[in-house]
């Protein structure tokens, strides 16, 4: 009898969305921490706006989900408690503060981008409740698709620090 050849590995089904939380849980300012398919993130609502964000910082395993909110150049961040990176919460971006040589010494600048280091999920309401899908659903995304968070998204050690 003929062997068939093996089928080309399928890429992994694609889970649908999550509930974490009621609404109510989350009203303005105020933020969930929730574990979802093993991902550790943070949904915050701002501005009337539901966002959500790799809870663990891409630097270094730092509690990023139980950071300060901050504004840069009028985009929302939020604050590693650990080293103090600024990541924007609704496009991932991490922002640094430029330094210029003016009036004779060196003065803090513009703020600027060092690109999208910490993943960010779709987050929304329905019918009293908040979703979240996650944006990648492999463990070890493809090179192509790889956002540095991804390395500590799963991480029992790191994200417990969010979830006490
Ligand atoms: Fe270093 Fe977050 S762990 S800034």
Known sequence: AATAEPAPEE???????????????????????AKVEGRYVTVLRLDGKLVCIDAICFHAGGPLGIGDIEEVNGRKCIVCPWHFYKIDVESGDKYYQTMEFKEGKMQAGEWKSNGVRQRTHKAWEEGG????????????????DYVESDGYAFDEKCGDRCLN
């Open 11 to 33: 890429p992994k089904q694609a889970p649908g969305p999550t509930c974490v939380g009621d609404t109510v849980t989350c009203p303005e300012g105020a933020r969930l921490q």
């Open 129 to 144: 409740k908040i979703y979240v899908q996650l944006t990648t659903y492999e463990r070890r995304p493809s090179h192509a």
